[in-house]
């Protein structure tokens, strides 16, 4: 049971336009969510997240948008640039405690192509 | 400022083997995750290691073992080894509940 997913697998944009990937999840107790960005042969390195209180957070290029009500996310990158190219993950966090922890449940990823 | 370093970088064993993988979190982290990678997809949470104490664990059975040192370092044991266990394992370190830093991975092959 997927409770994290990523419908599109690859995204191809072009230099200087927007890149929109979506997320969908289906576990109502997640409240935090993240996007991470993935090069091959590196780990997963933090993008941007967004607390299920907010429904948008910005940095920079970045800005991630939060629907609870149809349990969607997504996150915006304007503009793209050539180093954008990578795969993109979503991930999402019930909420923690120092007793519990915070387990991530990822996406399957969308693989983000920016062509010069 | 070293990040999460991962040993060793690339794996090949054979099936019915045991392995372990190794990982010293970041400086000042107390808390280290490790998640199975397979090809294609996410990352699946395996289990979490806080005070040398295993805190929460993922659906994996218990082939899949763990360890917390004093210093923070962990290991992930893996017995019996099946061909479907091939796949990128990432360690994570944190401190602050959400400030997770993955290590680079050590990619398991199981022939």
């Known amino acids: 049971d997927q409770q994290v997913k990523q419908n599109s697998p690859s995204l191809s944009v072009q230099e200087g336009r927007i890149s929109i990937l979506n997320c969908d999840y289906t576990?109502?107790?997640?409240?935090?969510f993240l996007w991470y960005k993935k090069y091959p042969a590196e780990g997963p390195t933090f993008l941007i997240s967004?607390?299920?209180?907010?429904d948008k957070n910005e940095d920079g290029r970045f800005t991630v948008f939060l629907n609870k009500s149809a349990k969607h996310l997504s996150l915006h990158i304007v503009p793209s640039q050539p180093g954008d190219s990578a795969v993109y993950f979503c991930?999402?966090?019930?909420?923690?405690?120092?007793?519990?922890?915070?387990?991530?449940?990822f996406g399957g990823g969308t693989r983000v192509l920016v062509k010069p | 400022d070293a990040g999460v370093t991962q040993s060793p970088t690339h794996l090949i064993k054979t099936r019915g083997q045991q392995v372990t993988l190794r990982c010293s979190p970041k400086s000042g982290h107390d808390t280290v995750s490790w998640y199975q990678q397979a090809l294609g997809q996410g990352p699946q949470f395996i289990f979490q290691?806080?005070?040398?104490?295993?805190?929460q664990r993922g659906n994996f059975p218990d082939r899949f073992s763990g360890h917390q040192f004093p210093n923070y370092s962990s290991e992930l044991n893996v017995n019996a080894l099946l061909l479907g266990d091939s796949a990128l394992y990432l360690c994570?370190?944190?401190?602050?509940?959400?400030?997770?830093?993955f290590g680079s991975g050590t990619r398991l092959t199981v022939v």
């Open positions: 994570a370190s944190s401190l602050a509940a959400y400030g997770y830093t």
């Open positions: 991930a999402a966090s019930e909420r923690i405690s120092k007793a519990a922890g915070n387990k991530l449940t």
């Open positions: 967004i607390s299920s209180i907010k």
């Open positions: 290691y806080y005070e040398e104490e295993e805190r």
């Open positions: 576990n109502s107790m997640f409240d935090y």
